[in-house]
């Protein structure tokens, strides 16, 4: 079946009409119709045409729905950008090639819909919808990220089947308005489905529900005749409790002349005794179920609502949850998968928010669009907090758009139709107006729309409080920078000036090893009245699941392919750049607290630790004081278990009781141990679990492993007992030993982490030389038993001067080091030692924090004994880097199964790595599937490393995280097992 060429749909050109949002399209509302609905989903005829004005032809292939047609074999691939859009058009024009995806299905009617309103879903395309039926124009949608409802009562028949066609154009004017931070896509991404009604039917149902227990539900009705029939009433109850009918509204309406003849309101009214509120840790739900009466009394249509009761409020500069002053710790989200791209499952999003709680986030922003309906039934369940932001993000021509009344229509109705669909949803807690669009009248529009429909909430957009945190006219009801500097967060919260909440919409860039100084900043947050958290960005590394052999996604057919964060042999996550696009940003894509498959980050379980619920305030003479960190639960839902570690080795444990504490109380119970006379520094840990089964975690379930040490380590001599055995060095000075197979050399530089490179840090160490030091031995003295031996290291600002001196000791040599750096090699990225063991050693044990990956500024890691094989310690950061490290390690092991290998006591706790790795390694490659682990370990001691900071996208490490010029000096012992 060719085009015709006068289709309507196509004549009006849709696509280059941004004063066109919808023709055809239903009102948005918050009745939920998949219950009992006709599902779609599955195979579909498609082709992909390479304008939306070209004939379809005779020739089809199949497309699953939903998805997104660049992940299922097309020639149009994944592209992407941050910023910049992917042609050259300005807003609203389009580029000449505009690919086309045509959807065809014949769908059979059910014969018992005769008589009933029949509804067609699209749960969500990119970026606009085309409908026909047997041919015929039905309607057209824009929103990439909301669903469109569709009437075909007068274009079907119950009993025969019809052809359905969905046509989605993927560039549109539309797509200058979602420039966001991800993947461009094409395709139909959440479920298609069928519904149908009585004629009669809730058009819409809003719902109320106070922390008082005071609740409201206000009802639309409509007839698909147009007119409503006399008599009809609707009903309601709450889990049995029944709803009244809310008389005094109906008097008002009739008194104001405010009753219509085709748009039915009623309201209905409860109070509940006893309520059980709703917030993040006690998500208290109730069943709401309203039914609209003919007059006869008989049923013409149901909804029904999973509520909560709840009030959010701002007084003053504080964001107020059932009036209790609540932090947000929280994480930006997209919608993805890395075999399916924008279509997410429903088992999916509850493992992405599970993951969440498990790891002690509370809240989500829905970065940068609505995400499926189903996360926020989900949110609602299981306790999560949700910034709900519009799809509008006009990064590339911001302050244009953001003016422009062309694009009034389309900013009001993506505000107002996320908050039609969401209001019911008690996990909402505050709108957005969408994200990098600067500020214009069209932002003041949406935002008064909101206010007037939604007074329940705050609204909130940074690009219109970006100015004036303190501003109080403007389209924002919060302070919400974007990685603010944190001194600067404080600062305005000590103005004085302050006149409202700041809570950062986005801080603490996630890109690679990042997330440096996140203990930092909330030590600021929860100690500054007037800070109240912050979005990490974010949740997802959006690496695609690709083919190494040709490039191409994997698709669905991928599962399996990929286990802790790295890709099966043969396959890669692809970023940026990986699918042949010119235009592109690169592995700035992959920015997320965990990897593609959803394993966690490193970050992830610091995250766990700065947001425990129980804390160890203190140690004092009657015992060991216990902190109720949370805002509205107690403890009787965690279990303890204490430990003991003693830097000898031993370790003891024992069951802990944890105190009856209300939030924000204290209390102190005795130590469960008396402390051994020895045996060394001494750390005592709670490990804190679930008791019984939550939503979102089994029983046992790690919550936080606060920890306090009790005894400081007692300086020790590192040579004990001296050898008579004779120091071996080579020509150059370099230590000739057996389990070596590289002598330990000076190392200033590590493979760049994203922040580096995009932080400016490592092109000014590569223009320093520091990644290609040339070592000259300058002298090599042999005074007795020991072996000093200095060398130069020529950079180009000056020469880094390296003394080692090595002492035979029993069992080993102690190695004595210092090195002075001029001052001109001022913030480099480590001094410390670099060797290699020869092949064997393939177990790591050491006492120090862990047993998760550790840096000078993200270190909340307790410490202990840990044991991990070395090919574990290495963590597979989508474009390799500095990775691996351990910071404030006192002593480790490294051993082969036989258990021969090699000990290291360090003079003081160092940052410590041990992987299969080369820096040269890591920066040779921008996969993780092009390293080649090397036989033997590579392990560097460093005397100071420089932090990770957030300098890809926000702030660069604190000052005193920095390695500073000057003197440093470490020792370390070595001994062979």
């Known amino acids: 079946m060719n085009r015709d060429p006068l289709d309507p749909l196509i004549a009006l050109r849709p696509w280059e009409a941004p004063e066109v949002t919808s023709w055809g399209r239903l009102p948005m509302n918050a009745v939920d119709r998949r219950s009992g609905s006709l599902p779609l989903d599955g195979d579909w ?51 000449a090639a505009n690919p086309t995806g045509v959807h065809e299905r014949e769908v059979g009617i059910p014969a018992d819909w005769a008589g009933r309103r029949i509804v067609l879903q699209v749960g969500a395309a990119e970026s606009v919808l085309l409908v026909h039926v047997d041919g015929r124009p039905v309607g057209i949608s824009k929103d990439s990220h909301l669903a469109a409802e569709f009437d075909l009562s007068g274009v079907v028949r119950p009993g025969s089947s019809a052809t359905l066609r969905l046509t989605v154009v993927k560039w549109s004017d539309a797509s200058h308005i979602e420039d966001q931070d991800q993947w461009w896509h094409g395709g139909i991404t959440r479920s298609v489905l069928l519904y149908a009604t009585d004629p009669l039917h809730l058009a819409d149902v809003t719902v109320r529900a106070a922390y008082s227990g005071d609740l409201r539900v206000d009802c639309r009705v409509r007839d698909a005749g147009g007119a409503l029939p006399a008599g009809w009433y609707v009903t309601g109850d709450l889990d049995g409790l029944p709803l009244a009918q809310d008389t005094e509204f109906d008097r008002l309406n009739a008194e104001d002349e405010r009753v219509s003849d085709f748009l039915g309101e009623a309201r209905m009214r409860a109070t509940v005794p006893d309520v059980r509120t709703w917030n993040a840790e006690t998500p208290e739900l109730y069943g709401l179920t309203v039914r609209l009466h003919r007059a006869d009394g008989t049923v013409a249509d149901t909804s029904y609502h999973r509520i909560g009761f ?31 791209g924008r279509t997410v499952s429903y088992d999916d999003m509850r493992a992405d928010l599970t993951l969440l709680k498990r790891f002690g986030f509370n809240a ?130 000590r103005s004085g000036e302050q006149t409202r909440p700041l809570i950062l919409c986005e801080y603490s860039h996630a890109m690679g090893n990042s997330n440096g100084t996140l203990a930092d900043h909330w030590a600021a947050i929860e100690s500054t009245p007037g800070l109240q958290g912050g979005f990490i960005w974010e949740f997802w590394d959006h690496g695609i699941l690709q083919r190494v052999s040709d490039g191409r996604p994997v698709g669905r057919g ?6 802790n964060g790295v890709a099966a042999p043969g396959y890669r996550w692809a970023y940026g750049g990986d699918f042949g696009e010119l235009l592109h940003d690169g592995a700035f894509i992959a920015d997320g607290v965990v990897f593609p498959d959803r394993t966690p980050k490193p970050v992830m379980f610091e995250h766990r630790e700065i947001a425990a619920p129980v804390r160890i305030e203190a140690c004092r003479h009657e015992g060991i004081v216990l902190g109720n960190h949370q805002h509205f639960r107690g403890l009787d839902w965690l279990s303890g278990e204490w430990e003991l570690s003693l830097a000898d080795g031993r370790v003891r444990t024992a069951p802990a009781e944890l105190p009856d504490l209300r939030p924000g109380q204290t209390a102190a119970v005795p130590l469960p141990f008396a402390l051994p006379v020895d045996g060394g520094e001494a750390w005592l840990t709670l490990r804190v679990t679930t008791a019984r089964e939550e939503a979102w975690a089994p029983a046992g379930t790690v919550v936080c492993l606060p920890q306090v040490r009790l005894r400081e380590a007692v300086p020790g001599d590192l040579a004990n007992r ?32 994203d922040n580096d490179e995009l932080g400016g840090m490592a092109l000014r160490w590569r223009s320093w030389g520091l990644d290609a030091l040339v070592r000259k031995v300058a002298d090599v ?25 090595f002492t035979p000791v029993e069992g080993g040599v102690r190695i004595e080091e210092s090195a002075e750096l001029p001052d001109a090699l001022a913030d480099v990225a480590r001094v410390g030692s670099v060797f290699e063991t020869v092949p064997g050693p393939d177990l790591m044990e050491w006492f120090g924090p862990g047993p998760w990956e550790s840096y000078p500024d993200r270190r909340t890691a307790p410490v202990g004994h840990h044991s991990m094989p070395v090919d574990e310690t290495f963590t597979p950061y989508l474009r390799p880097q500095e990775s691996g490290g351990r910071n404030g390690v006192r002593h480790f092991r490294l051993s082969a199964p036989d258990a021969t290998g090699l000990a290291v006591v360090l003079d003081e706790p160092r940052q410590v790595s041990v992987t299969r790795f080369r820096a040269e390694d890591l920066t040779s490659v921008t996969h993780h599937d092009q390293l080649v682990p090397r036989p033997g370990c590579v392990v560097h001691i460093d005397a100071a490393h420089r932090g990770l900071g957030t300098a890809s996208c926000g702030p660069d490490t604190f000052p005193s995280y920095l390695v500073a010029p000057g003197v440093h000096r470490w020792s370390w012992t070595l001994r062979a097992l």
């Open 781 to 805: 003295r042999r005074d007795g038993d020991r072996v000093t031996v200095l060398a130069e290291y020529t950079a180009e600002v000056g020469v880094v001067r390296h003394v080692q001196v």
């Open 364 to 493: 989500i922003r829905t970065a940068h669009y609505p995400n499926d309906p189903a996360l926020y039934d989900l949110a609602d369940e299981l306790g999560l907090y949700v910034v709900d932001e519009a799809d509008i993000e006009s990064h590339d021509h911001a302050h244009e758009i953001a003016d422009d009344p062309r694009y009034l229509n389309a900013f009001v109705d993506r505000v107002s139709r996320m908050v039609l669909r969401d209001k019911n949803h008690p996990s909402v807690i505050i709108w957005s107006l969408g994200n990098e669009s600067d500020y214009g009248a069209n932002h003041d529009a949406a935002a008064g729309w909101l206010r007037r429909h939604d007074p329940t909430r705050p609204v909130q957009y940074e690009g219109a409080a970006k100015l004036d945190w303190a501003a109080t006219d403007d389209a924002s009801d919060l302070a919400c920078p974007m990685y603010a500097p944190l001194e600067d967060c404080v600062a305005h919260a």
């Open 558 to 563: 991928g599962a399996g392919l990929c286990d």
């Open 310 to 340: 709840r009030d959010v409020e701002i007084a003053g500069r504080d964001l107020l949850v059932n009036g209790e002053r609540v932090y947000i710790r929280g994480v930006n989200r997209h919608d993805f998968h890395p075999l399916t």
């Open 45 to 95: 005829r498609f082709q992909l045409l390479p304008v939306p004005e070209a004939p379809v032809g005779g020739s089809w292939s199949v497309a699953h729905v939903p998805g997104v047609w660049t992940m299922q074999g097309t020639d149009d691939l994944p592209q992407y950008l941050n910023i910049r859009m992917p042609f050259a058009e300005f807003p609203p024009l389009t580029p």
């Open 722 to 753: 001296s050898s008579s055995a004779r120091i071996e060095v080579d020509g150059d000075g370099l230590l000739v030993h057996p389990l070596l197979a590289a002598a330990p050399a000076l190392s200033l530089w590590r493979a760049p982490t």
